[in-house]
């Protein structure tokens, strides 16, 4: 029996493989993808065996790991039910399916795992959140689960009425992030610089501010502080930003994004 059935192989899934290649062998995973020639171009690029139905995937290993869409669940859940055993794991990294209603979906007996990882997972450095019973996995089996999202990131176990608030400042949140960066850039080619420099030196600032947020454990406020010299550029900076409702738009973004995650039930 192999290690890891991946359902669905979109673009978070690859992020992920990139990372459980690393502590899973190829020859241990098994994947499956509705579109024929997608699948068949991914099994040859990436030599991992594609099996033919969602049923022979799951089947074929212990860990299933559902990487496809919420709208699509009950009809997976569906063609892999009579394939799940009491030795099978699920894995889901959909938004706002919760737990139970896989469970449901899986006859009622599956035991299930719930994640949200982020497509920063690509370069091994995904932020995941993830909820589970830990009773109900021997301790092998915990460290495998944990073993499958460490080897792309930091991983943090939350309590599953928190997850969907793990998609507004995780799972989606790189979106925001971009869209920062790109208005970053702009004002840098605004006045300026070229496009490529602008990119690069906006993207290097938010890296490095964000390691500076996670290495030092200072609060990201002290952090701004001593950016903030007074009466100088920074200072008016950020009185510009709140001025225009930067943290005001960063906290609606959440707002919709958790609204969202909450109807996808």
């Not at 889901?92 to 997972?121: F, Y």
């Not at 589970?132 to 009425?161: D, T």
């Not at 971009?178 to 993207?203: C, H, N, P, Q, W």
Request: glycine share 8%; aromatic share 8%; with cysteine.
């Amino acid at each position: 029996m192999k290690q890891i059935a991946w359902i669905g192989m979109g673009n978070m899934a690859t992020a992920m493989l990139k990372g459980v290649e690393t502590v899973f062998k190829k020859e241990d995973m098994i994947f499956s993808r509705k579109d024929a020639a997608k699948r068949a171009a991914f099994a040859k690029e990436m030599g991992i065996e594609a099996a033919v139905d969602n049923f022979s995937c799951a089947k074929a290993a212990k860990y299933v790991i559902l990487a496809v869409k919420p709208q699509f669940f009950p009809e997976v859940l569906e063609e892999i039910r009579p394939a799940i055993t009491s030795e099978h794991i699920v894995i889901s990294i959909a938004a706002g399916v919760d737990r139970e209603t896989i469970r449901k979906g899986l006859g009622g007996q599956a035991r299930v795992v719930r994640a949200m990882p982020n497509t920063p997972a690509l370069l091994g450095e995904g932020m995941t959140g993830i909820c589970y019973q830990e009773e109900e996995f021997s301790l092998e089996e915990v460290q495998r689960i944990e073993a499958i999202f460490f080897s792309f990131g930091r991983v943090k176990k939350v309590e599953e009425s928190l997850m969907n608030t793990v998609i507004c400042i995780s799972g989606s949140a790189p979106a925001y992030v971009y869209l920062f960066i790109e208005a970053l850039a702009d004002s840098g080619v605004k006045y300026g610089l070229s496009r490529e420099t602008a990119y690069e030196m906006a993207a290097q600032t938010v890296l490095g501010a964000a390691k500076m947020v996670l290495e030092t454990k200072e609060h990201p406020g002290v952090l701004k502080d001593r950016v903030c010299s007074p009466g100088g550029t920074t200072i008016a900076g950020v009185a510009a930003c709140e001025e225009y409702g930067l943290r005001n738009a960063v906290l609606k973004a959440s707002d919709a994004c958790y609204e969202k995650a909450n109807q996808l039930k």
